[in-house]
Nanobody, 120 residues
């Protein structure tokens, strides 16, 4: 199975920062957008941030102004800079890439998830 490769999770104190990175295999082409989801204990998976191939970004209201999503050096890379972290940000973060296929259909690739824990 093709998976995105994630890194950068860890334990940080409230108010601190972490940077998550994600890369799709080079075999994955025509990526329309990449983004990050997260799932906290007892919560449903929610969208955190997205960035299109053209650089347009969108953020969940809960992270707006604190998180910054950006593309990496390569088209298949994306990062999430998380600043002023709160305990509520504690979750498993999943990277995703949306690929446009022939026939105008989309397929999403997913990372394995990386744990972000923010202490109170």
């Amino acid at each position: 199975q093709v998976q995105l490769v994630e890194s950068g999770g860890g334990l940080v104190q409230a108010g601190g920062s972490l940077r998550l990175s994600c890369a799709a295999p080079r075999s994955v082409r025509s990526i329309n957008a990449m983004g990050w989801y997260r799932q906290a204990p007892g919560k449903e998976r929610e969208l955190v941030a997205t960035i299109t191939s053209g650089g347009t970004t969108n953020y969940a209201d809960s992270v707006k102004g604190r998180f910054t999503i950006s593309r990496g050096n390569a088209e298949n890379q994306v990062s999430l800079q998380m600043d002023r972290l709160k305990h509520e940000d504690t979750a498993v973060y999943y990277c995703t890439a949306a690929v446009l296929r022939v026939g105008s259909t989309f397929y999403q690739y997913w990372g394995q998830g990386t744990q972000v824990t923010v202490s109170s």
